[in-house]
């Protein structure tokens, strides 16, 4: 049985910083794409960001980018999510993905149905 479970989310202050973890379990991910996606109240759940293997390029949300940074470590079988000068509007609950299939395209890995497997969630507040 899959399982994916986050942590590190919290209170931060804007301009802060904040590293996720999600440490996958049951199988192995690292030629299989993971990501993060982010659901703020009253919003449908959008992409953060993602790379469809381990060390391959990492794609981000025009929101994000430049400030969130996606990293695997797999022996630990975990990916991470290093948020830098967050900012209010980042508030949300966050959560881990990953995909049982590979795709030739980054496109793909934008779309909440390319994942397989999701976490539980962590939330994360940033104060203005």
């Known amino acids: 049985q899959v399982q994916l479970v986050e942590s590190g989310g919290g209170l931060v202050q804007a301009g802060g910083s904040l590293r996720l973890s999600c440490a996958a379990s049951?199988?192995?991910?690292?030629?299989?794409?993971m990501g993060w996606f982010r659901q703020a109240p009253g919003k449908e759940r959008e992409f953060v960001g993602a790379n469809r293997w381990s060390g391959g390029r990492s794609v981000y949300a025009d929101s994000v980018k430049g400030r969130f940074t996606i990293s695997r470590d797999n022996a630990k079988n975990t990916v991470y999510l290093q948020m830098n000068s967050l900012k209010p509007e980042d508030t949300a609950v966050y959560y881990c993905a990953a995909g049982a299939r590979t795709y030739d395209s980054d496109t793909y890995i934008r779309r909440r149905q390319s994942y397989d497997y999701w976490g539980q969630g962590t939330q994360v507040t940033v104060s203005s």
């Open positions: 049951g199988r192995t991910f690292s030629s299989y794409p």
